[in-house]
Each structure stands twice: as C-alpha cells, then as structure tokens.
C-alpha cells in the first residue's frame, strides 16, 4: 500500500482527534466469530455510531445490507468488511471487522491498516477480544474467559507471545493466522513507536463452535465488566442474527424453499 493511500475514511463531521479520549475495541477473527458477535452486541445496544470505515485491501471481499434492529426498516448502503464505530458518552471505539486477513498479509494488515488507524487516532488504551477452541485447552471449561491486563502482558507477553514456553499467554492456539494477528498486533503496541503511557487488556473467550450466540452475550458481558460500564439487563441481537442457527422458521413453499 502505498503512504499517499487513505487508511480510514471518515462519515461527513467526523474527527479522527475526538476518539482520543477513548478505549478502541479490537477484535480478532477467531473460532465462532465470538469477538464479532460481542461487538454486535455492542454496538446495537449501547447506540454506537457508525463514523467511517477502514482500507479492505488485505481482507476478504466482502459487502452486505447495514444492519439494522429487527424493528427498524432496512438502510439504505452497505456494510463494508471493516467499520469503526463510536460512543462519545461511553468514551468507547469499536473496530467492527467482518472479514478474515487474506493467508500471509496478517502482519502487512496491522502494519498498514491497523497501527496507522491507532497512531493518527492518538488511542492509548485498547481492549482486544479474542476467541480459542476449548477442545485444545486441558482442564479448562468451554465458556471460560480469561482476562489478562496490561501487566500480565508487559511481564510475560514479549517472551511468551512467541509461543516458546509451556506456561505462555497462547493466543489462539491451534489456529496460525489468527495467533499470528494477535500476536503481531500486541507485540507491535508493547515495542513499537507508540507513547509509554498507554494500556492494552486482553479477553480471551474459550469455546466450542457451534451455536454462539450464548457466547457472544457473554463475551459481551464480560467487555462491559472490563470498561466498567454499567450492566446490561438485555441484550439487543441485530437482524443479520436472524436465521444463522436455524432459528427461523422452515419455508414451505416451493420458491421459498430455493430461495428464501
């Protein structure tokens, strides 16, 4: 990518500066999409605001409908695979990414896109969400969340993100372009060019894929603790939820059946 190339392209009236005050949400594109579905959530319930969108040139091709309430009427446009969105209130900035790095530009992805987008945002504290396969892990419940904070990454990160040692912080274990993403991501804002007083926790969601959705509330409910956001009684589930795990009814005519 060339450096005249625009990272982040802006709705009309949005200034890049105001999100600085702010905590970025990251997700990474792991097992059952758990950090998409959190942030889903997210986003749906607390009232973010979409601001702008970030450069899909090393993701996937992707493009949908926006996604709306079930009761509110379809927008018109569409999503792209990787949107930012904003709470000015909760201080809070979601990076919303809905398609996996194309093999071998994961760590082309976070220098490009990703780092740049942080660096000209001035953001200083991060929260990432991240998912793994329960079935890997020995001892260790599906459903289980593990939180580590800016401490834990500083003491053990830089050594154990390697993947070296048989007590290491494994991100994503068994799944080499998603560790490699979190691991590129979280080395880079430990050594990189970034100011000293900056902060980065870590979610990590253990789960079976499958039916999800449980997961993601969870996961959910597990970022808002983090922030130190007020609970939240329900959650509100966007359309593009409807039908993923059959939870529609069954057409039965024969043109709905090839085609709804």
Do not use: C
């Amino acid at each position: 990518m060339s450096e005249d190339t625009k990272v982040f392209s802006s709705l009309p009236g949005v200034i890049l500066s105001d999100l600085a005050d702010s905590t970025l949400i990251i997700p990474s594109i792991s097992i059952g999409n758990i950090p998409q579905l959190a942030n889903d959530l997210l986003i749906h319930t607390l009232n973010f605001n979409k601001i702008g969108s970030l450069t899909d040139t090393y993701l996937y091709p992707f493009a949908s409908p926006i996604d709306t309430l079930n009761d509110v009427g379809q927008k018109k446009g569409i999503s792209t695979a990787v949107e930012v969105y904003h709470n000015k209130d909760l201080k809070l900035t979601i990076i919303q990414q809905r398609s996996p790095i194309i093999p071998n530009f994961t760590k082309t992805y976070v220098n490009e896109v990703i780092l740049p987008f942080i660096k000209e945002a001035k953001v200083k504290r991060f929260l990432i969400l991240d998912s793994s396969d329960a079935g890997l892990v020995e001892n260790l419940s599906p459903g289980t969340i593990d939180f580590y904070s800016n401490e834990d990454l500083l003491n053990k990160s830089l050594e154990t993100l390697n993947i070296g040692q048989v007590d290491a912080i494994q991100f994503g274990k068994g799944n080499d372009n998603h560790s490699s993403y979190i691991r590129s991501l979280i080395t880079y804002l430990h050594t990189g060019d970034l100011s000293s007083d900056f902060e980065v926790n870590v979610l990590v969601s253990y789960v079976y894929e499958g039916d999800n959705f449980y997961d993601g509330e969870h996961l959910a409910n597990k970022t808002i603790e983090a922030l130190d956001v007020s609970p939240v009684k329900n959650w509100i589930r966007p359309r593009s939820w409807l039908g993923v795990y059959g939870d529609r009814q069954v057409p039965n005519a024969l043109e709905e059946g090839l085609f709804g």
